[in-house]
T-cell receptor, first 113, second 113 residues
Framework: GDSVTQMEGPVTLSEEACLTI???????????LFWYVQYPGEGLQLLLK?????DKGSNKGFEATYRKETTSFHLEKGSVQVSDSAVYFC????????????FGRGTSLIVHP | DTAVSQTPKYLVTQMGNDKSIKCEQN?????MYWYKQDSKKFLKIMFS???????INETVPNRFSPKSPDKAHLNLHINSLELGDSAVYFC????????????FGPGTRLLVL
């Protein structure tokens, strides 16, 4: 079946530090890849996505590149802010298959001033 | 103008009771989902409906029954509540079952005593 593996958190950084959250996947078909963010007390919201190999998704200073050869979709940001503190979820959907959205276990990011 | 709304936001109840959670989306989407998020933030899909038809039914106890009266609504009824049902339940919607972004509601925090 499909699966998503994320690095375990929490990830604790100082403001303006660089961020990388690793995400690798296995999929039975050709997936679309997503990063969602969940702020405290809220639902998940889309951060960025990529639908084919070598696509780069970007939003709010975050980036992730769809790497088919390494089955990875790592999330990066050059300079984090306190307001980026949240839980980040990597996810995939394979259309033409089960259509079951598959989420990673989430990585908590804590940014200190 | 809330895109995906859920009621109630908080639900505290006794073991053995029956309760319902309601979800509505005003995005005109065809597909709706129910997810359960445990205390460690692990997100697991429970059900999905496309055009009022059940398309995903993961391993969930029979005590959980989804109902979709129309495309804009997906309700979750839970019979004979157990302690282990305590979690945050999220409703979500997407344009269709393909490789689409999901839009999440704010969540319903269920506590079974």
């Amino acid at each position: 079946g499909d699966s998503v593996t994320q690095m375990e958190g929490p990830v604790t950084l100082s403001e303006e530090a660089c961020l990388t959250i690793n995400c690798t996947y296995t999929a039975t078909g050709y997936p679309s890849l997503f990063w969602y963010v969940q702020y405290p007390g809220e639902g998940l919201q889309l951060l960025l996505k990529a639908t084919k190999a070598d696509d780069k998704g970007s939003n709010k200073g975050f980036e992730a590149t769809y790497r088919k050869e390494t089955t990875s979709f790592h999330l990066e940001k050059g300079s984090v802010q306190v307001s980026d503190s949240a839980v980040y979820f990597c996810a995939l959907i394979v259309s033409g298959g089960s259509y079951i959205p598959t989420f990673g276990r989430g990585t908590s990011l804590i940014v200190h001033p | 103008d809330t895109a995906v709304s859920q009621t109630p936001k908080y639900l505290v109840t006794q073991m053995g009771n029956d309760k319902s959670i309601k979800c509505e989306q005003n995005l005109g989407h065809d597909t709706m989902y129910w997810y359960k998020q445990d205390s460690k933030k692990f997100l697991k899909i429970m059900f999905s409906y496309n055009n009022k038809e059940l398309i995903i039914n993961e391993t969930v106890p029979n005590r959980f029954s989804p109902k979709s009266p129309d495309k804009a609504h997906l309700n979750l009824h839970i019979n004979s509540l157990e302690l282990g049902d305590s979690a945050v339940y999220f409703c979500a919607s997407s344009q269709d079952v393909g490789k689409r972004t999901q839009y999440f509601g704010p969540g319903t925090r269920l506590l079974v005593l």
